[in-house]
């Protein structure tokens, strides 16, 4: 165990457990914003009680969310200072923006949000939540830039030993970046909208206030349909991005070794990494992987062996974790599509599927992480791809028995609030509406 | 280039003093809550009379750290990687204490909350001051880099500086709490804070005579920044003098904002007393770290200036009207006062 290991291990960790929070966050405030705004649009009594609900749901949630993201932002400079020196002038930029235009509008408002009710007028109240689901939709397209800076570097120059801004225009319209913004929001808006049609579900079939659970299902159902079709969507663009500019991650998602051009999608493979080869691969569909790479069937898609074996990254787990989250995704799309009809033909009242529903509540949550595995394992051995490798990133005055100390410090603290918070939502949703 | 730098230095530096008087009052509100409550109830009142701000004024920190990595990328990296332990415990503390005041009134066993909420403060205020005091008085800085070990920050100076900021948070606090809560539990704060401006003076007192900044080689004291650094200290202490007469008055909120520009004063003092350097080492100037050797290039000074010019404005604007619009009071006796 080496510095480096364990400063991974820890950031893989308090960013992975940061994010099963930030996406329900990011989607159940904007249906909490919806169902706000039906309140004050139709004065109708249901849509008050199912904003008071989900918002406390939605509450339980931000208060972990928030408070372990700081937690990120320091770990640049405490674990990876050899990082932000190199890439700070730029890297610097979009976190500081996401503090000063995102968090701010989203804590101040949040507050006025929790504490406004019946002390200012409706619609100050309305516009709180949405300030809040602005707010908080913002800080991800910062927070992804930045991201998609490490993933595809655009707009600096090499200057003095360091990486150095230069276009500030290039950075913003960086084609990486915002595909991997929308995909990301819409995937958090299956979060959101899978967490509330499960727990409208279970209500519905408790037979508890079914009038008011049909309607959050419903709302849910349409919002989950659009956005998953939408992940697709930019998750097509998206692919075809990093065959474009992370040739290595793109190979590995798919496990391809040869470079080939016309290449064929097979539907069954099996990864042999040490064998640089497929052991299993069968049904293979025609052309589809080179249109899926470059929308031509005839384009090239590089293969593993094109890259030094260094620059190569873990190949199995970026692979396994890609199929895993086409799967779910394409399941979320045929879910999302059967809710909407059920509950337009309102025929929700089937046990079976409220029960699908139900149990389907932490799929988007594993697809998330899924996700991010293929984002991040895919770019190692780089940090920033091309530019810096991760090994070469790390703070080099830190010694094993602190980063021990503080792996172990948040092992403890994040294990008492995930079982905190997950035991609080769960019992709150449980309870459902008061009345 | 100069202009920007030295920019920047002033920006950074009021990102932390933001931060200092903004979240310090509800800091101290936390470390204050179980001394002055005699039941739930007025527990319940000092969290709502925080509640609603914690997590805005919490941003600034947020920004400042922001801030100093886009603007002093190798500063940011120097001072975050060598102060591991102790920003590592600033980040537990925060964590622990921010989450119990949401997810206190959600559950039933309260003493576990009350005790991350008084010791999530308690932590954060001191480790800041120590760290702090610690940059103001210079720290052991050599050609590998920072010296101090794992409890490097346990000096004098840093002790004296972490008690000093933990005491001027909870008075900060106390006043804060007696501007927005009403009944009898408003004259036991009150009795409080009156008692509590003795030992605040006796802390500014004791910092002043032993001034970390006067252990630090590279205070100018004869230069522009030396004796804004004079000044900003006197003012400091007057402001929280002017304290004492506004709450014999019985001006509670005025005590409360003099508090806010005594911080405001007492932070900017230090700030401008170690000018121009981040990060200055006691050791020899050369390892110094300053607005000038760890600044970004100019372009992204640039464009950090006019974001900060843009957004700053912007945010104070609408904070100050969120406390506005939330400026009801709490009474522990009428539960529709309590929301948390």
Redesign the interface.
């Known amino acids: 165990m080496d510095v480096l290991f364990l400063s991974r291990l820890q950031f893989a960790v308090t960013a992975a457990f940061h994010f099963l929070f930030v996406p329900m966050t990011l989607g159940v405030v904007v249906l909490v914003a919806f169902m706000q705004t039906l309140w004050y649009k139709t004065g109708e009594e249901y849509w008050l009680k199912l904003t008071k609900f989900f918002g ?1 749901l939605f ?2 949630n ?3 969310g ?6 990120l ?2 770990q ?4 990876w ?2 990082y ?2 190199y ?7 979009p ?7 995102a ?3 989203e ?6 949000w ?4 019946d ?2 007028s409706k619609r ?1 109240h309305l516009l709180s939540i949405w300030l809040v689901a602005i707010g908080s939709n913002l800080s991800a397209l910062w927070i992804l830039f930045a991201n998609a800076f490490m993933q595809n570097p655009v707009g600096y120059k090499i ?1 003095e030993g ?1 990486v ?3 276009d ?1 225009a290039a950075f913003m319209l960086n084609p990486y970046g915002w595909v991997k913004f929308f995909h990301t929001i819409f995937a958090a808006y299956c979060v959101g909208a899978f967490f509330v049609m499960g727990i409208s579900a279970y209500h519905i079939l408790k037979k508890r206030n079914v009038e008011a659970f049909s309607k959050s299902f419903k709302l849910a159902s349409y919002f989950c349909a659009f956005s998953a079709l939408m992940v697709f969507v930019f998750g097509d663009f998206h692919a075809k991005d990093i065959s474009k500019y992370q040739p290595s991650k793109f190979a590995a998602m798919e496990s391809v070794w040869e470079t080939q051009k016309g290449a064929g999608y097979p539907i069954l493979v099996l990864p042999d990494e040490s064998g640089e080869k497929n052991t299993v691969e069968a049904l293979k569909i025609p052309y589809m992987l080179s249109i899926l790479a470059t929308y031509d069937p005839f384009g090239e898609v590089k293969g593993l062996k094109e890259f030094p074996k260094e620059e190569r990254p873990p190949v199995f787990l970026t692979f396994a974790s890609f199929r895993a989250m086409v799967g779910l995704g394409f399941l979320f799309i045929a879910l999302s599509l059967l809710s909407v009809w059920l509950s337009w033909k309102n025929k929700l009242e089937n046990p079976v599927f409220l029960k699908i529903m139900i149990f389907s509540i932490p799929l988007p949550y594993l697809a998330m992480q899924l996700g991010w595995i293929v984002a991040e394992v895919g770019r190692q051995p780089w940090a920033v791809y091309g530019l810096l490798k991760t090994a070469q990133a790390v ?4 010694s094993v028995s ?1 980063v021990l ?2 792996l172990a ?1 948040y092992f403890i ?1 994040y294990s008492f ?1 995930g079982f ?2 997950f035991y ?1 939502m769960f019992k ?1 949703a449980v309870k459902g509406i008061e009345n | 280039m100069e202009f920007f730098q030295v920019l920047w230095y002033v920006l950074w530096s009021v990102l932390w003093i933001a931060y200092f008087a903004t979240d310090g009052f509800d800091l101290g509100a936390g470390m204050a809550m179980n001394f002055i409550s005699s039941n739930d109830s007025q527990k319940r009142a000092v969290i709502n009379a925080v509640g609603p701000f914690w997590d805005g004024n919490e941003v600034w920190l947020i920004t400042a750290g922001g801030a100093t990595f886009a603007a002093f990328p190798s500063a940011y990296a120097y001072m975050f990687s060598w102060l591991y332990i102790p920003l590592f415990l600033l980040l537990i503390s925060l964590i622990i204490r921010g989450v119990s005041f949401e997810l206190r009134g959600k559950t039933e066993i309260k003493k576990i909350w009350d005790i991350f909420i008084f010791a999530g403060s308690f932590f954060a205020s001191f480790l800041l001051g120590a760290a702090f005091g610690n940059l103001w008085a210079g720290i052991p800085v050599g050609p590998q880099g920072y010296l101090g070990g794992l409890l490097g920050l346990l000096n004098f100076s840093g002790i004296l500086t972490g008690i000093s900021l933990t005491v001027f948070f909870c008075f900060h606090g106390l006043l804060w709490l007696l501007h927005k809560i009403e009944g009898n539990f408003k004259e036991i704060i009150y009795s409080k804070a009156k008692l509590f401006w003795y030992i605040t003076v006796f802390c500014l007192a004791l910092f002043l005579i032993f001034l970390p900044l006067s252990k630090n080689p590279n205070f100018q004291k004869n230069s522009f920044s030396g004796w804004l650094c004079v000044l900003f200290y006197a003012l400091s202490a007057i402001s929280l003098i002017s304290v004492k007469k506004a709450l014999d008055r019985g001006f509670v909120f005025l005590s409360f904002l003099l508090s806010f520009i005594f911080i405001i004063f007492w932070a900017a003092g230090g700030f401008a007393g170690q000018y121009p350097n981040l990060i200055p080492s006691n050791l020899d100037p050369v390892f110094n770290t300053t607005a000038f050797n760890s600044s970004s290039s100019l372009y992204t000074l640039k464009i950090m200036s006019a974001v900060a010019l843009i957004f700053v404005p912007i945010v104070i604007a609408y904070q100050i009207w969120v406390y506005k619009l939330l400026n009801h009071k709490i009474n522990p006796e009428d539960p529709s006062t309590l929301h948390y």
């Open positions: 406390k509450l339980i931000f208060a972990i928030v408070v372990t993201g700081i937690s932002e320091f640049f400079g405490m674990n200072s050899a932000s020196k890439v700070g002038d730029i890297f610097g930029v976190l500081a923006i996401e503090a000063t235009a968090f701010f509008l804590s101040v408002f949040l507050g006025l929790i504490f406004g009710w002390k200012i100050v200057a360091r150095e801004l230069t500030f703070s080099p005055n830190l602190q100390f503080s410090g603290v609030l905190a918070g609080l709150n």
